[in-house]
């Protein structure tokens, strides 16, 4: 998948910042080339639970923001995110007293 094509599946418009941004946290995510169309098909499953993924603005990685309405979506959202992180094999981060996650990268 190209860089602006993600971009703008991602809801950006893809710009000289933004595609410098993702390449570099396409070189800090351990193993992205295994994992990048899984992080495209969560952003996609996510939608329905007002939730998404993004590029992270203060780390090279995704981010996961959970922004959810209701506490039932918010923990659908979280399951998820643990169902994407187990089957896929991709290591996630939770951010203490935030509904966010970081995408770490592949296990193997």
Do not use: W
Not at 38 to 64: G, P, Q, R, T, W
Not at 94 to 108: A, S
Request: net charge neutral; with cysteine; proline share 4%.
């Amino acid at each position: 998948m190209l860089r602006e094509a993600m971009l703008t599946q991602l809801g950006y418009v893809p710009n000289p910042a933004l595609l410098k941004q993702l390449e570099d946290i396409e070189n800090h995510t351990l193993g992205f080339d295994k994992i990048k169309k899984h992080i495209m098909d969560l952003h996609e499953h996510l939608k329905v639970d007002k939730s998404y993924v993004a590029l992270s603005n203060s780390n090279d990685c995704f981010k996961i923001k959970i922004d959810s309405p209701s506490p039932e979506m918010i923990a659908e959202a979280h399951e998820k995110i643990q169902h994407f992180s187990e089957k896929f094999k991709v290591k996630v981060k939770k951010l203490d007293k935030k509904e966010t996650y970081y995408i770490i990268g592949f296990e193997n």
